[in-house]
């Protein structure tokens, strides 16, 4: 069994590094947004590829658990005990049933709710290349939207090998018994194949539990600059958007990265902690939607029309 996971590892790792060295796009150029796209345009297949391996996984446990079970008929259940027949065919159909059991997952953790509405519009009216904020807004309107794209890309792709190999652990289990790898972290990889298979959601389901909505707020109103030059006011709002735009992208990730810590401390690693895992989705959701946060502390602080409006 050691010996199959470590070929499935190989196997997995060769596939990605095909994908990574794509003849077409070896020399290709273009801006940060633009090697985003490329990188998520050259995986897109990855996935598919995952649901072949388990119909493939599937149909050799069918006819592995079918070879079983004839040995059974043919020379008794001293030879060939009744469960290990059955045991397979499980395996197997729990293998072909694969991309279902994503669906189910993808709706029972989404909650079969919106997305977190992450819309980036910047005004670009008082723009130019040569400006701080114009750089700045010039690198987020580039790269946010492929970034993102690219993320909720991983999040799937993870989301579906992480189920497999819940799965694979699962059908140890059913195979060794009580020596089987049943526990914790099998129940944690599956929680996390289902939180990643609905990103989307889960993260507007950790915003709307702490403002009451799923929208975030990238507008910005520079309250404290209303008196002053109109064009200084807009370079620092493009200045506040493109930070806010930043850190929605810094959120989800540590929203992500939080999920991956709490299975690893339900594996029993050593290094990360449940506070830790907790304390990066919480950050995360408070940095997806900073702006409403921003207007809670200013108006707790008595600071409302003076400072930042954030809608």
Known sequence: MKQFDFLYTKVLVLILMLIALNPGTAHAGGTLGDMFDRIRENSSSLPDVVSFVCYMTGFLFAGLGIYKLKNHVEHGPQSVPLADPLKILLTGSIMLALPSIGVAMQETFGDEGD????????????????????????????AYVPFVSLLTF???????????????????????????????????????????????PSVGTFTETIFGGRESMTT????????????????????????????????????????????????????????????????????????????????????????????
């Open 154 to 200: 991983f999040c799937f792709t993870a989301g579906a090998i992480l189920l497999a190999v819940a799965v694979h652990r699962f059908t140890k289990t059913a195979q060794e018994g009580a020596r089987g790898p049943t526990g914790l972290g099998t129940m944690a990889t599956f929680m996390l194949a289902g939180v990643l298979f609905s990103i989307a």
């Open 115 to 142: 997305a977190q509405e992450i819309g980036w519009t910047p005004d670009t009216g008082a723009v130019s290349g040569g400006t701080l904020d114009g750089m700045m807004m010039k690198v987020m309107e580039n």
């Open 220 to 311: 910005v109103d520079f309250l404290a600059l209303s008196g002053g030059d109109a064009d200084a006011k807009r370079h620092a709002e493009n200045v506040v958007v493109s930070i806010l735009a930043f850190m929605i992208i810094v959120g989800l990730i540590s929203i992500v990265r939080g999920f991956f810590i709490l299975r690893g401390v339900a594996e029993g690693t050593q290094q990360m902690t449940m506070m830790s895992g907790l304390s990066h989705i919480i950050a995360g959701a408070l940095l997806v939607n900073f702006g409403q946060f921003a207007n809670i502390i200013q108006e707790t602080l008595g600071l409302t029309g003076t400072g930042l409006n954030f809608s």
